[in-house]
């Protein structure tokens, strides 16, 4: 993903969701890569992108919001 840069990994899709509505609410464009075992939902993480420009911006939403 050219462009894009891993903020971070979650177990959880909901937590994933929750951030990335909250990322997107910030102004900070965001894309979800889901390699959760669809077959149990156990296994695997979700994984938040943001845009190079924007990765410092994004850590800071998160530093400064406890996520």
Known sequence: MEGWKKLLSKNDRLEANVLEAALEEAGIETQLVDK???AYNTFGEVEI???????????EYIQSHKV
């Open 36 to 38: 959760v075992d669809s």
């Open 49 to 59: 992108f943001v845009r190079t420009e924007n990765y410092e911006k994004a850590m």
